[in-house]
């Protein structure tokens, strides 16, 4: 069922930009575009499109308050630029992001003791598919992203998460210590992927090659969670359950602080990873690098 939804998202994506590049109704004057008309449906598209490729627009305001759209790419100096105007753009918002994860209690970066992992062994990465953004001013904006993720945790010693087939505790999580079917268990780990879309205030320098810092709360779905472990001698891992008890909604705060096309970025999550605390209470926290293409 997941793979089928995925790959629907994959055509839509193909064939909105797409949709968006033919037969474009737009009205231009010497300056670049200063209109539009056209329905909704292909007005979405066309501005999917431009938050995939990162295109800003800019409005500017005469003396008689009159507003005109123009495309930034497109305007030829700073004599066409009024001092009142609003950009139109995904800002600094990153395309791609990697870094390192850990089951955290509700004081991070402290590990949760019920859920030993290997330090360093936790890795998260995720990319954007579309993304948008309004600038207030020359120096504050607000934007956000669709990104698709994923992330995996390593446990210490061996360890891995199963179903507790004891019939008092039927169908709950538990992490072992003992061998899988007979095997010797070198590493255990949980891996699941996830859909995000943060909504971040932004604060940055006049110039888009300056320095930012941006902040706010994230909604996040998480889906096809499974855990895995690595037998002692053999090199392919093997999947030992799936819907291994995670709560496929999360709310989390991410802040973003970088210069130019690069910068540091990092994740807490208000919620517990797990439904009804099980096998523990544990609250993802990330931090890592990313960039801007």
């Known amino acids: 069922m997941i ?22 109704h737009y009205e231009y004057d010497e300056y670049g575009k200063v209109g539009r008309s056209e329905g909704w449906a292909r007005r979405f598209a066309h501005n999917f499109y431009d938050g995939l490729i990162g295109a800003e627009y800019y409005e500017v305001i005469d003396d008689n308050g009159n507003k005109t759209e123009k495309k930034t790419e ?6 066409n630029v009024s001092k009142s105007y609003r950009y139109y753009g995904p800002g600094h918002t990153p395309d791609f992001y990697f870094g390192i994860n850990l089951l955290g209690t509700d004081r991070p970066p402290m590990m949760t003791p ?19 953004g309004y600038h ?17 945790y390593w446990f210490d010693n061996g360890m891995y998460l199963n179903y507790n087939r004891n019939l008092q505790e039927a169908n709950t999580m538990k992490l072992f210590d003992t061998p899988y079917d007979g095997k010797e268990v ?11 879309v943060p909504l971040c205030i932004e604060i940055s320098a006049a110039s888009s090659r300056g320095p930012f810092i941006a ?35 999360g709310l989390n705060a991410v802040a973003r602080v970088g210069i130019n096309d690069f ?7 208000f919620t517990s990873l797990f439904q009804k605390d099980d096998p523990a209470q544990t609250y993802p926290f990330m931090i890592g690098i990313s960039t801007t293409f």
């Open 3 to 24: 793979k089928k939804y995925l790959i629907a998202a994959v055509v839509a994506l193909i064939a909105l930009p797409a949709f968006a590049q033919n037969e474009r």
């Open 74 to 79: 497109d305007r030829k100096s700073k004599k």
């Open 114 to 132: 019920e859920l030993p992992q290997k330090l360093g062994k936790g890795f998260e990465f995720g990319f954007a598919v579309g993304e948008w």
């Open 136 to 152: 207030m001013t020359r120096n504050l904006g607000i934007n956000t992203a669709f990104y698709i993720t994923r992330s995996r």
């Open 186 to 196: 070198k590493q255990g780990y949980l891996r699941y992927w996830s859909l995000r």
């Open 215 to 249: 902040v706010g709360p994230e909604i996040e779905y998480r889906f096809g969670d499974v855990s895995k472990v690595d037998y002692v001698d053999e090199k392919k891992g093997e999947i030992i359950a799936k819907g291994v008890n995670i709560n496929p909604l």
């Open 263 to 269: 910068g540091v970025v990092a994740r807490y999550s």
